[in-house]
């Protein structure tokens, strides 16, 4: 059987792939009385007298809910709210097995940003934080500053800044290793939709002053017609010499192409015109615009994509678990940009000098460090942009949630057979 047929068979056997599972038995009439009425009804009162002690007596205090339209799906786009659930789930799975996250996913059957907007705001009382998913550009940019602006809890595009922090640390990482400064590194990145413009603002913000961003109809300038305001707002803050023309005109002396576009588009001889030492991250998914191998052969130094069969995979998976881990352990009120810088400059951290190579530039999405390491990185960020509702020791953040992940996996290989 394919990889895809054996997948088709498990989702049919396991019928979804998350389930909700009692914390506490209910064998006695005292376990009733205490799990529900009349004991139940203590917390209830305790909680309409101040709406935050739902985070001590309730599953908000530990839990997210993923929500999407079903608009823009992996690679298959447009494919309705219906057909998203299998990737939602996939989500929900993740939050638990990689930062011991409580998450529930959401398909909403509208394509109506107001409605979509609308039905979200009242998800508020049950959810610490909203992570949007699988939402077509540009209309996620309003979905989520109209929910950042008017909900309590964090709301976090993973397509946007997921992508944008995994990359970041990557770029961190490879620069690190072919002794290149951020700051002066000249750096192209083909495709400015969602994904593509986060991750060129983030490096705006970390330091980066040579950004050019490319899309379809070119180098993106300022003043260029045709732009959505995300766009445009990106272009006044990149290519500063106000360049035009296409990629393979401004990749020439570039150190660093990272794409977030269409496979196959990074030739060898687009390549081979970039700088020595030059690192390359193709993050089209599923099929990047180069392999690994391929973009090795045209002389580039340090090679990332997507993919999990190929050395240096950038995957969001190191980002989202722990950082909504991290903004629910202080109760925090957004995801702001310190806490995305916080993020990845956790996640670079964890190869040392000693472990840093050409194939080996950032973490391995399986390395348990990850996600305590950006729950602490996080919560220590939002304590200190005062976004946080609550003060906590980080280093007692990065051990729980080290714990908790431990525990659950431990579990799950318990009741798996494993």
């Not at 989500?91 to 109506?112: H, Q, R």
């Not at 490879?174 to 593509?196: E, H, P």
């Not at 678990?321 to 995305?340: H, L, T, Y």
Request: proline letters at 5%; aromatic letters at 6%.
């Amino acid at each position: 059987m394919t990889t895809n047929e054996k997948a088709l068979e498990l989702h049919k056997e396991w019928n979804g792939k998350i389930e909700t599972v009692s914390k506490t038995p209910v064998k006695s009439r005292e376990a009733l009385s205490l799990a529900y009425t009349p004991g139940v009804a203590e917390p209830c009162k305790v909680i309409a007298n101040d709406k935050e002690a739902a985070y001590t007596y309730t599953i908000k205090a530990n839990t997210i809910a993923v929500v999407s339209d079903g608009s823009a799906v992996l690679g298959l786009g447009n494919i309705g709210p219906y057909a998203a659930m299998p990737v939602m789930e996939g989500k929900a799975v993740l939050f638990k097995e990689f930062g011991g996250v409580n998450a529930v996913p959401i398909c909403l059957d509208t394509k109506d940003p107001k409605e979509f907007i609308e039905t979200v705001k009242r998800l508020q009382p049950s959810f610490a934080g909203i992570n949007l998913e699988d939402i077509s550009s540009p209309k996620c940019y309003d979905i989520e500053e109209t929910l950042k602006r008017e909900m309590d809890i964090p709301v976090f595009h993973d397509d946007q800044h997921g992508t944008a922090i995994a990359a970041l640390a990557g770029v961190i990482g490879a620069l690190r290793f072919v002794k290149k400064d951020l700051k002066t590194a000249r750096i192209v990145i083909n495709g400015a939709g969602a994904a593509g413009a986060s991750i060129g603002r983030l490096l705006v913000r970390a330091g980066a002053e040579d950004v050019t961003m490319v899309d379809r109809p070119g180098i993106l300038y300022a003043g260029m017609e045709g732009l959505n305001p995300v766009q445009a707002a990106l272009a006044d803050v990149t290519n500063k010499a106000k360049k035009q023309g296409t990629l393979a005109d401004v990749v020439k002396g570039a150190d660093l192409l990272l794409g977030v576009s269409a496979p196959h588009i990074f030739t060898k001889e687009l390549i081979e015109s970039m700088a020595s030492d030059a690192v390359v991250f193709a993050m089209a998914n599923p099929i990047p615009e180069t392999d690994y191998a391929s973009a090795k052969e045209a002389g580039a130094k340090v090679v990332g994509t997507g993919r999990s069969d190929a050395p240096n995979q950038i995957n969001n998976v190191m980002v989202f678990p722990g950082i909504f881990r991290g903004a629910m352990a202080v109760r925090a009120r957004s995801i702001n940009e310190d806490m995305k810088l916080a993020a990845a400059y956790a996640i670079a951290s964890l190869v040392s000098d000693d472990e840093l190579a050409e194939d080996h530039v950032i973490p391995n999405a399986f390395d348990e460090r990850v996600a305590p390491a950006v729950a602490a990185a996080v919560a220590k960020a939002a304590m200190d942009s005062g976004v946080a509702r609550i003060t906590r020791d980080p280093e007692d953040i990065r051990r729980e949630a080290a714990e908790t992940i431990a525990k659950f996996r431990a579990v799950s290989e318990s009741v798996n057979g494993h």
